[in-house]
């Protein structure tokens, strides 16, 4: 849906949703007062030192993915790049900031300046100095975000994600978690008792060009099904 286009001597630049919330907006403003009261304040990662980057996680009281996703905390980071951060940093995305000890907020902190910083060199590559065209979250090379259900680049084991609101987590269970597939709350409430923490209990590896929308749910215990006869 095409929202506005605005016309430059060099070609047009049109403004899309594709949506259905229709939640884009625009809003024309003058001075940098004004600008400035769009910002919603969030730390910038890039020009953040380890201290500044602590101190915006030690005032959070949310788990590293909230935290990493809000723009009033950290700016411009937003969910893809959140879950390869994470994995690089090998947390979970469900651990509390205020839990984190000065070794898993160094290696936070690290992660989230070289995985920034590779993605906007390798994205403005791929662009070879024209505007960018295809604008998507999900990229070839990343290692966990929209891989669900496929091999971790370092360990094998099969990606996993947690949906919650409009939003998601993708992680690798042996690399973040210790092993443990996290809880997915709407998952493990209609499956109940089948749920189950083991990794493999879990669906096997997409083949080569599922979607996955058809697989079945992990399940922790296997049931009989008897056969009627037909």
Request: charged residues 25%; glycine residues 10%; positive net charge.
């Amino acid at each position: 849906m095409c929202l506005a286009a605005f016309l430059f001597s060099s070609g047009t630049l049109v403004l899309t949703e594709a949506g259905s919330k229709r939640r884009a907006s625009l809003a024309l403003v003058r001075g940098a007062a004004a600008l400035a009261a769009h910002d919603p304040g969030g730390l910038e990662p890039l020009e953040a030192d380890l201290p500044g980057f602590q101190a915006a996680l030690s005032g959070s009281r949310h788990t590293l993915k909230r935290a990493l996703t809000d723009p009033k905390i950290f700016s411009g980071i937003g969910n893809a790049y959140s879950d390869e951060i994470l994995y690089r940093a090998r947390l979970s995305p469900f651990l509390l900031c205020a839990r984190l000890d000065p070794d898993q907020v160094g290696r936070l902190y690290y992660a989230t300046q070289a995985c920034l910083r590779e993605w906007t060199e390798r994205l403005w590559c791929q662009a070879g100095g024209a505007f960018p065209e295809k604008v998507t979250a999900f990229r070839d090379g990343m290692a966990v975000h929209g891989r669900y259900r496929r091999p971790c680049p370092a360990c094998g084991t099969l990606v996993q994600r947690i949906v919650y609101a409009e939003n998601e987590a993708n992680y690798c269970p042996r690399c973040q978690t210790g092993g443990r597939v996290l809880r997915d709350r709407a998952l493990s409430r209609l499956l109940k008792d089948d749920w189950s923490h083991r990794i493999e209990d879990h669906p096997a590896p997409l083949a080569s060009g599922d979607s996955g929308a058809a697989r079945s749910a992990p399940t922790g215990r296997r049931r009989r099904v008897r056969s009627n006869g037909t």
